[in-house]
């Protein structure tokens, strides 16, 4: 009898819970899949289909691997020091950094330079980025469009990927550090100088875009912009990979 009981007490609670009832609990509102304020592009292909035969400056001969560094030390660089990057906990442990950090902008004289979201490269390619945006990007932007830039549009820097985005293949340098891509440079007037719309255009920003894209070249091993393919209609690609058996190539389109 008490068991009968018991049960005939479980079913009326449960016939108490009508659909009405249930449709009543407030239901949270649905989130946005990633955040707005991040990149307006999705960083494209690493490398193009095909090779050029050009021999590089020795100075790219030997590009170092990832290593742990206790001291990352750049002059003009904003950056924050943080824990090597184990790509095992991003599902792929070809990707990580033995010598992260965290970049934020650049200082140019009296005037800084922002990074619209932070970028996380490795200490070795920061080096190599600072000196570009230091001694090229910032003077030319005063030289052409006679104002300082405030804010540096880019992607986060490292993603752990593959090439092309796709599940197999060659590791990206994005993977491990050593790459970013540009898609526009904000002045401290207003003016946004954007790699998609003015690329190629025989204009001040224009001139600015194809002379930074220039110097790119002398300081990294694969710069591809809006001429390399369709893929980078939107910005312009840097990194510091090995092309070659000997690393002896340079792609610069």
Not at 8 to 31: D, N
Not at 55 to 60: G, I, L, N
Not at 132 to 159: F, I
Request: hydrophobic content about 35%.
């Amino acid at each position: 009898m008490l068991k009968a009981a018991f049960l005939l007490c479980v079913l009326s609670g449960s016939l108490l819970l009508t659909p009405s009832s249930v449709s009543s609990e407030p239901v949270p509102s649905a989130k946005p899949l990633q955040s707005t304020d991040g990149p307006v592009f999705l960083e494209g292909i690493d490398v193009p289909p095909v090779k050029p035969a050009t021999a590089v400056s020795p100075a790219f001969d030997e590009i170092a691997d990832n290593v742990g560094r206790t001291n990352c030390e750049i002059a003009g660089l904003i950056f924050q020091q943080m824990p090597s990057v184990d790509g095992t906990a991003d599902g792929d442990a070809a990707c990580g950094i033995g010598d992260p950090i965290v970049v934020s902008g650049v200082n140019h004289r009296k005037s800084k330079a922002t990074f619209r979201v932070p970028v996380t490269v490795s200490c070795e390619f920061a080096e190599i980025l600072t000196g570009w945006l230091v001694k090229d990007v910032l003077p030319e932007a005063k030289k052409r469009l006679g104002v300082d830039v405030r804010r540096l549009g880019s992607g986060p820097g490292y993603q752990c990927r593959r090439r092309n985005n796709k599940p197999d293949g060659k590791l990206s340098e994005h993977a491990l550090g050593k790459a970013i891509d540009f898609s526009e440079f904000q002045m401290t007037d207003g003016t946004v100088v954007s790699i998609e719309k003015d690329w190629g255009t025989d204009t001040p920003k224009g001139k600015f875009l194809k002379a930074i894209h220039k110097s790119a070249c002398k300081r990294f091993t694969t710069v591809l912009g809006p001429d390399a393919d369709p893929n980078h209609k939107s910005h312009i690609h840097l990194d510091v990979g090995c092309h070659g058996k000997k690393c002896t190539y340079l792609i610069c389109q």
